[in-house]
């Protein structure tokens, strides 16, 4: 890659909370300014040294056109400060880092704000096709009789609301939800209901440990809500997670005969992450210390039915581009959108003939251990708040990286509607 | 914010018509469109305030004289300062006005005001920002009143121990619903754009960039319809008048009582009376108004509006302070930042104790509510307010103000920690209320850069900030705070670093005696209402528990271990309630039961003996911190008792009463309780230089 180092130089989110049943404490831009605010804060930029400001939303909230623009406000950024959002599905949080790291890399801005926010618990409740005709007729009913003869022909079944949010995770092309693509994959790939439910745990251990060790220490910012409730930390995790609990969970997606359930998919979340970007000139300039560099970035789209290998078709272009192998890379993040999707991306880069035919490769680009892969836990135990998610990864690679002193890390994200994003880190 | 393209724009211009590019000729400028809109716009000579004065009454009549001539097609009558329509009357020509015979003067200011009411064309109020008092009174007179969004009217009299004296005591009732327009003269409330529009004091609301389009329709014609209610012909009949009147004198004495403030119940009596007859009110309205200027109510509260200027003009200046980092999320600390947030600081809040923070926020939401925040005015203030568990506001912050608890061991660590964090030029102060400033200067990072900034309970209620200064205070760090406190829209008292600083030194003693006389045996209701009667806006128990035992404990024991000056004895029994949990409001549970919300103590009158044990002591405490140069003179005393613990006002403050009553009669008073009570109540030896 040609053009200016690139740096991660910090970065910061709010702890991910689980959706139960109504809506949050927390819009996507209020989740963004939660934990805005301490990354700010904690570097005493001068006021102007943010050239612009990137986020990632996939469901914006009609009170929050372009939330980036309002989170940018809202966080005190001067009103010069041009802000935009981005929208790739699941991918959003990632694209706003990528964004902005060509930008910073090509010359035209040296300091970026990147994130990504989410609040699922606040998806509308959409309206039937035939109910909004109704309420439009009956706007334009015109006095009391008109309107009554309107009011005859309303149905029981317009006031059922659809869920907004079921209907984003179903890929429109095709018409399977999300889980059911990762029941695609498990079939292809032989991953097997024990496999799923055995990484779902070990998902859950990892971060359970990483939330004891303190690992997650200026990561995850406390929230705080109006209510005077803290949220401090990831809260869809059970510690106590295990094979037999995860066993007795139904499939959700296929019933009966399914192998993704609820236990070893990821989890319906709100959360908001930020990075903060710069090149060497400001890093120079105001004397910051980053943790990583952004040594490369790609792309990839495939068939939608089968978007859980996204990661695979993104990723392995990096490594050939930089002339690494799959030894090279000291730390993993592939995003856990469900357990089955992840170990099929594995058992594709373990599979000779799929390496050859598809990624063009000489052999199969090989194992990669789990020690290395997704080390504190991924969605299946935080959640998938899918705007934040990519935006997420990239920072705890980052942070990981730091803590266990390796070199290489790549983060990477399997994207509804059948795309992948990946992203090379190297130590700073 | 404002960025550099709004800030080139500048502040949108008010519209004034074919004044525009006309210089005053003294207070009003004048002059008549193409459509003959005849424009008067008040101006006032050397003032970015409105008031009305009397030379704004003697020159609008040889303009009203040409009017009559002219025959306009319309009048409009406007304002050309930024900051509003009219302040009100000039208040510092009251003390005049009472001298020589009000009634005179208001009769004049009354027959200008009926001309314009009388004027044939439309007339036209055009009104922004605060039209109030004689300002008010000056729209009022006007046909129609055209509002500018986040306008208001109000009539603050009551505020003054007056009600209105130019016509508003009728001619608000005959405009809108006579109840409503008695609940604001009695409350002195202002009302805002909403409620002014709702209420139909205002015939229509816009924005500054339609008011020339506004003013042109209302000259053709074009004004919305008004309506008198049925209300108001119902209340045009005396009887009905009288059942209203007897319910306003009930709701009235629940705040005041008519020895102390007469105006409320003058103003009943006169509405009671007239309620149907406009001419009739007039005339009784200037009657009364003359003889209320001469009440020593009056007078005091006046007094009091002098003494609130002067405590904010040592708040002018810029503080320089825009991002501020408080320690503690205790109660105060919690407010202190709140309030600190709503007024426009960026603000962190630093605790170790997460769920202090929560709470702290929660509170901080209350507190917008209470404030009457817009939910964008409050999401923004929220977004200002920072829970920062990690601190990392210390090092970007311009002020750090230390709410810890009051443990000069504690303190000293808080203070050690920030040493390296703070920025350079950063000013430290802390809001002790019983700790010497001297000592803990010998522990902060940088003494120079070192005061106390102590604020009152509750603090978005009470307006008064002490600047505490100790010997090596800087004086630019002091007038940097008292700047700070103005920009918050608080009343900086600049103080010396003594016991108990001015205001605690004269509470305690106070506090401290109701203690004492319920050791003897008194109730607390009676303690009390013996408080209440002299005109205290609740007594010193409840008081005590709404400060917190705790708190008030620790600042009688520190005044008991600092001062010379022999204090009553500390109840064992109050350390066993402090101990035992029951620390006042707080807890649920102090003197009083709290969990129903504030107590009841009863009514009845009180014994004068009772009264002078409690008032007393606290009158020879202020002497003592005048004598020592606690305190700057008695206007700041009596400002900061006023503004700090709600001193009766209409006694015109602790030094007023005291030189009112007579220094001599009290020192008596003193000498006589100090032989039967002990030596606690000998009088100070500043006495006698009061006289």
């Known amino acids: ?428 | 914010m404002t960025g550099p393209v709004l800030t080139h724009l500048g502040k949108t211009k008010l519209e004034l018509g074919p004044t525009e590019d006309i210089a005053p000729a003294q207070n009003w400028r004048a002059a008549t469109d193409g459509d003959r809109i005849a424009w008067l716009t008040l101006d006032v000579a050397g003032s970015s305030t409105n008031t009305v004065s009397e030379a704004v009454i003697r020159e609008l009549v040889d303009h009203v004289e040409r009017l009559e001539r002219e025959r306009p097609k319309a009048v409009v009558i406007r304002s050309a300062k930024l900051s509003g329509f009219a302040a009100g009357a000039d208040i510092s020509g009251f003390a005049d006005m009472a001298e020589s015979g009000a009634a005179d003067l208001l009769r004049q200011g009354h027959g200008i005001l009926d001309r314009i009411a009388r004027l044939e064309c439309p007339t036209i109020a055009v009104v922004h920002g605060a039209a109030l008092g004689a300002g008010f009174e000056l729209a009022l007179a006007c046909d129609r009143r055209i509002l500018i969004d986040g306008g208001s009217f109000g009539f603050p009299e009551v505020q003054l121990g007056l009600h209105p004296g130019l016509g508003g005591t009728f001619r608000l009732p005959a405009l809108i619903d006579p109840l409503e327009a008695m609940t604001l003269m009695l409350t002195g409330k202002t009302a805002h754009t909403r409620k002014a529009r709702k209420l139909g004091i205002a015939d229509t609301v816009t924005e500054e960039r339609h008011v020339a389009a506004a003013v042109r329709a209302f000259a053709s014609g074009d004004a919305p319809d008004r309506d008198t209610g049925v209300k108001a012909r119902a209340l045009a009949l005396k009887p009905a008048r009288q059942i209203a009147a007897r319910k306003m004198r009930g709701e009235t004495a629940k705040s005041a009582a008519p020895d102390h403030y007469p105006a409320p119940y003058a103003l009943i009596d006169l509405w009671e009376e007239h309620g149907g007859n406009p001419e009739a009110m007039q005339t009784a309205e200037i009657e009364s108004f003359a003889k209320l200027l001469e009440t020593d109510t009056a007078r005091n509260l006046v007094r009091v509006f002098f003494l609130r200027q002067s405590l904010r003009e040592a708040a002018q200046g810029e503080s320089g302070i825009t991002r501020v980092h408080v320690i503690g999320a205790g109660e105060m600390g919690a407010d202190i930042a709140a309030w600190t947030a709503i007024k426009g600081k960026t603000v962190t809040l630093g605790d170790v104790d997460t769920a202090q923070l929560g709470a702290a926020l929660r509170r901080a939401h209350k507190t917008c509510k209470g404030a009457h925040l817009t939910s964008a005015e409050t999401r923004d203030a929220i977004d200002r307010l920072m829970p920062d568990p990690s601190g990392y506001g210390i090092a970007r912050a311009d002020l750090v103000i230390e709410a810890g608890p009051e443990d000069p061991g504690v303190k000293e660590k808080i203070y050690s920690d920030l040493a390296d964090r703070m920025k350079e030029g950063a000013i430290l102060s802390t809001n002790t209320s019983s700790l010497r400033l001297a000592a803990l200067a010998k522990v902060a990072p940088d003494a120079g850069r070192f005061a106390g900034l102590h604020f009152f309970n509750p603090v978005p209620k009470m307006q008064l900030v002490e600047v505490v200064s100790h010997p090596d205070t800087a004086q630019d760090v002091s007038d940097r705070l008292a700047a700070f406190c103005g920009e918050i829209g608080r009343l900086p008292a600049s103080v010396a670093d003594a016991p108990g600083f001015l205001v605690n030194r004269a509470l305690t003693p106070y506090l401290m005696e109701a203690m004492t006389l319920m050791d003897e045996g008194v109730s607390k209701e009676d303690i009390d209402r013996a408080a209440l009667r002299f005109g205290m806006p609740m007594g010193p128990v409840t008081l005590a528990d709404q400060v917190g035992l705790d708190i008030c404990l620790h600042v009688a024991d520190s005044l008991a271990a600092d001062l010379d000056a022999p204090m009553a004895e500390v109840p064992g029994w109050l350390r066993q309630k402090v101990d035992s949990g029951n620390t006042g409001k707080k807890a649920g549970k102090g003197f009083y039961d709290w969990s129903d919300g504030a107590p009841d103590i009863g009514d009845g009158d009180a014994d004068p003996e009772l009264i002078d044990r409690l008032i007393l002591p606290m009158l020879d405490a202020c002497v003592e911190c005048l004598r020592a140069g606690v305190a700057r003179d008695d206007d700041q005393i009596d400002g900061a008792m006023i503004f700090a613990t709600g001193f009766a006002p209409f006694r015109g403050g602790p030094m007023h009463y005291s030189k009112t009553r007579g220094p001599g009669e009290i020192g008596d008073r003193l000498a006589s309780l100090a032989a039967r009570q002990g030596k606690r109540f000998e009088p100070d030896r500043g006495w006698s230089d009061l006289e």
């Open chain 1, 1 to 428: 890659m040609t053009g200016r180092p690139v740096y991660l130089v910090d970065g910061a989110r709010t702890p991910f909370l689980k959706a139960r049943g109504k809506p949050g404490p927390f819009t996507p831009v209020d989740l963004a300014v939660q934990c805005g605010r301490p990354l700010l804060a904690r570097h005493p930029l001068p006021e102007t040294a943010i050239d612009l400001m990137i986020l990632g939303c996939v469901n914006v909230i009609a009170d929050e056109m372009n939330p980036a623009r309002v989170a940018a406000l809202r966080l005190g950024l001067p009103t010069q400060t041009v802000a935009f959002t981005m929208q790739i599905n699941c991918g959003s949080g990632m694209q706003s880092i990528d964004t902005a790291y060509r930008y910073i890399r090509d010359g035209s801005h040296d300091m970026i704000l990147a994130g990504g926010t989410e609040a699922l618990s606040h998806s509308p409740l959409v309206l039937r096709d035939e109910a909004v005709e109704w309420y439009a007729g009956l706007a334009q009913a015109k006095g009391a009789v008109d309107m009554a003869k309107h009011m005859k022909d309303l149905r029981p079944g317009f006031l059922k609301p659809v869920i907004g949010l079921e209907r984003g995770l179903t890929d429109p092309i095709t018409e399977l939800n999300m889980g059911q693509t990762a029941e695609v994959l498990a079939h292809r790939f032989g991953i097997s209901r024990e496999d799923a439910d055995a990484y779902a745990v070990e998902s859950h251990h990892r971060l359970a440990r990483a939330q004891t060790e303190g690992w997650l220490a200026g990561e995850v910012e406390p929230a705080f809500d109006s209510d005077g409730g803290v949220h401090d930390s990831d809260d869809g995790v059970r510690p106590d997670s295990d094979m037999d609990a995860l066993a007795k969970l139904k499939p959700v997606f296929e019933k009966p005969y399914g192998k993704v359930t609820a236990g070893n998919a990821s989890q319906i979340t709100d959360g908001a992450s930020w990075t903060l970007l710069a090149s060497e000139a400001a890093v120079e300039e105001h004397g910051l210390t980053p943790l990583a560099r952004i040594a490369d970035s790609d792309w990839a789209a495939l068939d939608p039915s089968i978007m859980g290998l996204g990661p695979v078709l993104s990723a392995t272009p990096i490594a050939k581009r930089n002339g690494l192998g799959g030894a090279d890379i000291d730390l993993w993040e592939i995003n856990e959108a469900f357990a089955a999707q992840v170990l099929s991306c594995l058992a594709a880069w373990d599979d000779e003939s799929f390496c050859r035919d598809v990624l063009g490769l000489d052999a199969a680009f090989g194992q990669i251990d789990r020690d290395r892969l997704n080390v504190d836990g991924g969605a299946i135990s935080l959640g998938h708040p899918v705007g934040t998610s990519g935006n997420r990864i990239v920072l705890h690679l980052a942070n990981a990286m730091k803590r266990q002193g390796a070199r290489r890390g790549i983060a990477t994200e399997c994207i509804g509607g059948g795309q992948g994003g990946a992203m090379l880190l190297e130590a700073a």
